[in-house]
């Protein structure tokens, strides 16, 4: 099992910055992608950005140029530097690991952006 808390939402202006992270526990060593995804209101959760043991990250063209995802060394913390947020950014937030023929999800945390 692996178990994810995310941290780091909050409220910001458009055109503002949030570092999201994301404390993976357990089984890390088992996991083979990290991933951010979000979900707004009445929409359907959607993928943000993803890293891989071997460094390939993959993003969202909505994200692309202004979102960042990252990991530590030892893949215990996973985070989302987010630059130039705009309104459309405002959803929760969830962490993702992938392991063989298994995921789990954080509890996920609020980005609120304002015009």
């Known amino acids: 099992q692996v178990q994810l808390v995310e941290s780091g939402g909050g409220l910001v202006q458009a055109g503002g910055s949030l570092r999201l992270s994301c404390a993976a526990s357990?089984?890390?060593?088992?996991?083979?992608?990290m991933g951010w995804y979000r979900q707004a209101p009445g929409k359907q959760r959607e993928l943000v950005a993803t890293i891989n043991r071997g460094g390939t990250t993959n993003y969202a063209d909505s994200v692309k140029g202004r979102f960042t995802i990252s990991i530590d060394n030892a893949w215990s913390t996973v985070y989302l530097q987010m630059n130039s947020l705009k309104p459309l950014d405002t959803a929760v937030y969830y962490c993702?690991?992938?392991?063989?023929?298994?995921?789990?999800w954080g509890q996920g945390t609020q980005v609120t952006v304002s015009s």
């Open positions: 357990g089984s890390i060593i088992s996991i083979n992608r």
């Open positions: 993702r690991s992938e392991l063989y023929l298994l995921h789990y």
